[in-house]
């Protein structure tokens, strides 16, 4: 997968704007800061960038914002990283532009350790050990739909998942990503038969506590950029999927939260 290249704003117009007007965060937490980055806690339901509705919040400008009204100026902003609107979870940027280049070099490489955890119902595979899931992945047909599998000009995609409590077909699952590509971890799950509650789009359940796939960027380990030591920054399972889970009796959920 190409390095996302570092965030310009584009200012764009347009006269047709979606009715609908969600309630956004003014600020981020955020769980990890220096010199060459900074990372946040990504809510759910939060576009990561701006689209043509200017009244529509996204991650990049209400972290701009955060850093003005702290700062003065929101200083540099780059980007290397998405995660999809329904997703929560760790997200890093860099802070100046001596960071982008390891940041760049190790997304590219796949050399960080992305680790997510998911709530899924399905068919579960057997045994506590890792599984793993090798289908590549290719472009969805329609905008907004599936990701295709094994399609022509797909491209190699890889994933381990473990099975962390299980109870009756509901799971809460831990998906590390040996590769990057988009709808990864909801796409593999699928290939194999299981659904995270709350994804329509994949054939999974809708539920009350489930507004949005219950998926969860948990922690992501990379190597600092100047200081090349090993640094693991951690995002908490938020308040909807902790409901969800207990509602499911995934009682371990305590233990990891």
Known sequence: MKPVLPFKRLNVRHQQFSEKRDIYPESLEILYEDEALIAVN???????????????????????????????????????QRLDWGTSGVVIFTRCKAANASIAQQFSAHSLIKVYLALAHGRLWSGKGVKKVAVPLGSPQRRGGRVQLNSPGAVAAVTLFKVLQGSGS?????????TGRKHQVRAHL?????????????GGQM???????MLHSSRITLRHPFTERELTISAPMPSDMQMLARHLGLTDIDKIV
């Open 42 to 80: 990504k809510p759910a339901c939060l576009p990561m960038h701006a689209n043509l509705d200017p009244q529509r919040g996204h991650l990049i400008g209400i972290l701009e914002s955060q850093l003005v009204k702290r700062d003065g100026n929101s200083g540099y902003i780059g980007v290397h």
């Open 170 to 178: 509901a799971a809460l699952i831990e998906a590390q990503l040996e």
């Open 190 to 202: 699928f290939s194999v038969g299981v659904h995270l509650y709350g994804d329509q789009l994949y």
């Open 207 to 213: 539920h009350t506590l489930a507004q949005r796939p």
